[in-house]
Each structure stands twice: as C-alpha cells, then as structure tokens.
C-alpha cells in the first residue's frame, strides 16, 4: 500500500510540474509575442502619421485641394507622391473625350521633405504637369494645368522615416519599401508654384 501511494504521489508531482512548465511556456511566449507587437508598433510608430487626403469641395475641379500630413515630431525625407491622372482630349466640337481605352497616365509630386507636425496643402490649378524634357514648352503659362485634366487621384506615397526606413502608403494601407516606386529617373513631374504649410493637428509622440 506505502509503495502504490508513493507511485501515485510521483506521478501527481510530475503531473504538477509539467502543467507549471506547460504555463510556464505559454507566458513566455506570451511575453515574446507583446515584445514582438510593441517592437513592431513602434517601428511603425511615425510611418503611421504620415498620410494624404484629397479636398473636393463642391465639386469644383479649380478648387481640389491635395493634403499632405507629417503628424509626427520628425521630419520624414525622399517625399514622392504617384498621381494617377487621365488628361482630356479636346474633339473639333469642342467638347471632352476621354478616348476609348485610354490608359492613366502617372505623374510624380516630389516634394523631397516634409517638416514635423506640419499639414501641406496644394491646390490643383497651382499645380502643372511638367514632361521632362520640356522640348517645345518653355512658359509655365503652357504647362497643363492638374486641374484641367479628365480626373486624378493618388495613386500612393513613397517616403524615409527618420530611422532611414522606406515606406508606401497607398488607399489600402502601409508597408515597408526599400525604394521609391518611380525610381530615380522621373520624366512625368508635378510642379508647383505654391502651397500653404500649417501646423497638423494631432501632432503627439517624443522626438527621436
């Protein structure tokens, strides 16, 4: 009887220690998983605020405003943003065509930077589409006006947080990119004469 009780008093410490070590497991990778979300959230952390939206008030193509945020207390560098554009086609009757078939066209706003906490704002009649190189056009007065076009949106948003990591933000979301989609040559380019900067709203986080 002592031996039959002995036996059943191991087998329920190894019982024991074996729930113990089986919680003892999941904790850790628990913790490792936290350690993993936190790490993952923080790297993320200023890619996050950086973002874009388009203003159609009312309707009016000449007041279509373009917003560029930087939410974060970081300037964020190497700015390119893809707009998809379909240019109008004017017929000999005077109206506009968009021909059958016709593909968007992109374009690229190469903005280089944006300062923290900063919200910029272009408006789409300042903004001329620039083909590099220019050949016949010289005046800017020639250079087509965004405004002006069939219809436009953004296409996505290339920049380097101040860590040195890439980023792309498009309407489906954000995820790490080594490189600019457009790469280096950019014969398609966005050029602006003015733009207003006003401080973003939202602004938080410390200052790397």
């Known amino acids: 009887m002592g031996t039959a009780l002995a036996a059943v008093a ?8 074996a729930v113990a070590s089986y919680w003892s497991q999941q904790t850790a990778k628990d913790q490792l998983s936290q350690s993993k979300e936190e790490s993952v ?13 388009v203003e159609h008030p009312a309707g009016r193509r000449e007041n279509v405003k373009l917003h ?3 939410r974060s207390p970081d300037p964020v560098s190497e700015v390119q943003i893809v707009l998809r554009v379909f240019r109008r086609d ?13 593909e968007e066209e992109l374009w690229v706003l190469d903005l280089a930077n944006l300062g923290p906490c900063a919200e910029t704002v272009y408006l789409a009649p300042k903004m ?3 083909q590099i190189p220019r050949n016949h056009i010289a005046s800017l007065d020639e250079w087509p006006k965004l405004s ?19 980023w792309i933000r498009t309407a489906k979301g954000l995820d790490e990119r080594s490189s600019s989609p457009v790469g280096d040559l950019l014969t398609n380019i966005i050029w602006w004469n003015d ?10 986080g410390e200052s790397r």
């Open 10 to 17: 191991a087998i329920g410490g190894l019982w024991a220690q």
């Open 90 to 102: 004017v017929a000999p009757d005077g109206e506009h065509h968009l021909p059958e078939g016709e």
């Open 68 to 70: 560029v945020l930087n």
């Open 128 to 130: 001329r589409l620039e």
């Open 41 to 53: 959230r923080q790297m993320r952390d200023q890619a996050s605020k950086v973002t874009f939206w």
């Open 148 to 166: 002006d076009q069939f219809s436009w949106k953004v296409g996505s948003m290339y920049f380097v947080d101040s860590s040195g990591r890439g």
């Open 195 to 204: 733009e207003e900067v006003n401080k973003a709203g939202l602004c938080e």
